[in-house]
């Protein structure tokens, strides 16, 4: 059965950096499209990265360009998600997906598979 199990969460100050990574478990998900998702309270669960299964395609949410950048090791069934220039409103839990569609679908939500997700705090 497939697994996605996200880490590197945590608590750091606005304007400092985490990497976020997703390991995927049981069968190879190599070939799927893998994005990221967050929620912070209160609030909808949005949209934050995605890439192709080469890692070719990105597809970043407007409020993370520039500063987000998502990336996957194949071999290792791993994606990141490398955050850089933190504000306190990236405050959330972020949660990995994965999903046998592209990219514009997996950021609508469509995906097959979920992750636990893993807490970001942005402090002041």
């Known amino acids: 059965q497939r697994q996605l199990v996200e880490s590197g969460g945590g608590l750091v100050q606005a304007g400092g950096s985490l990497r976020l990574s997703c390991a995927a478990s049981?069968?190879?998900?190599?070939?799927?499209?893998m994005g990221w998702f967050r929620q912070a309270p209160e609030k909808e669960r949005e949209f934050v990265a995605a890439?192709?299964?080469?890692?070719?395609?990105?597809h970043y949410a407007n409020s993370v360009k520039g500063r987000f950048t998502i990336s996957r090791d194949n071999a290792k069934n791993t994606v990141y998600l490398q955050m850089d220039s933190l504000k306190l409103e990236d405050t959330a839990v972020y949660y990995c997906a994965a999903g046998r569609e592209g990219t514009s679908r997996l950021a609508l939500g469509v995906a097959d598979y979920w992750g636990q997700g893993t807490q970001v705090t942005v402090s002041s």
């Open positions: 890439t192709t299964w080469n890692g070719i395609t990105r």
């Open positions: 049981g069968r190879t998900f190599s070939s799927l499209t």
